[in-house]
T-cell receptor
């Protein structure tokens, strides 16, 4: 089954404790992306990747890191989480860039206390 | 700069009524792509439609239809004979072909279909 998976689905952590949210897709997609969803703000793009070892900032990259060492995986790293990073996070992939439909993962709800 | 405006934050209609969700966009590119996504109460994001800037034909898919008008920079979404299952948050999104591969989403419209 074609899908994008994210882990964990729910996470409660404390300020400053490094964490990683994993994202994996099995569709051989080149483009992968991370978004955060906050009430009243919609979906905002954090980082995206056009291919292995190619990443770029979206609109809200501060406080986040990403890496793309393999085509199927695109982890989101929060080196020192803060309460303003409490949000619902979505990973997505598409066959060829932002011009094509995005396939979204199920979301990760992160709470930073 | 790219911008997507969904001015309707929340809409409530009675089942079987028609409802239109507005989407207005700003772009400096001549080649761009517009999308609609649905987020039902279960939380997943579901792709509904993609339209490129050179294709202004309206599209109909069952009870859903989309009206793309470059003259007004709008890409509106109409649900005909709405059903309770249409209750969701709907997002409009824009990407520009030649600038970068960012995607800009609108803030979404929460649609309530009342039985």
């Amino acid at each position: 089954e074609a899908q994008v998976t994210q882990n964990p689905r729910y996470l409660i952590t404390v300020t400053g404790k490094k964490l990683t949210v994993t994202c994996s897709q099995n569709m051989n997609h080149e483009y992968m992306s991370w978004y955060r969803q906050d009430p009243g703000l919609g979906l905002r793009q954090i980082y995206y990747s056009m291919n292995v070892e190619v990443t770029d900032k979206g609109d809200v990259p501060e406080g986040y890191k990403v890496s793309r060492k393999e085509k199927r995986n695109f982890p989101l790293i929060l080196e020192s989480p803060s309460p303003n990073q409490t949000s619902l996070y979505f990973c997505a992939s598409s066959s060829s860039g932002a011009a094509y439909e995005q396939y979204f993962g199920p979301g990760t709800r992160l709470t930073v206390t | 700069a790219q911008k997507v405006t969904q001015a309707q934050t929340e809409i409530s209609v009675v089942e079987k009524e028609d409802v239109t969700l507005d989407c207005v966009y700003e772009t400096r590119d001549t080649t761009y792509y517009l999308f609609w996504y649905k987020q039902p109460p279960s939380g997943e994001l579901v792709f509904l439609i993609r339209r490129n800037s050179f294709d202004e034909q309206n599209e109909i898919s069952g009870r859903y239809s989309w009206n793309f008008q470059k003259s007004t920079s709008s890409f509106n979404f109409t649900i005909t004979a709405s059903q309770v299952v249409d209750s969701a948050v709907y997002f409009c999104a824009l990407s520009e072909r030649y600038r970068d591969d960012k995607i800009i989403f609108g803030k979404g419209t929460r649609l309530h279909i009342l039985p």
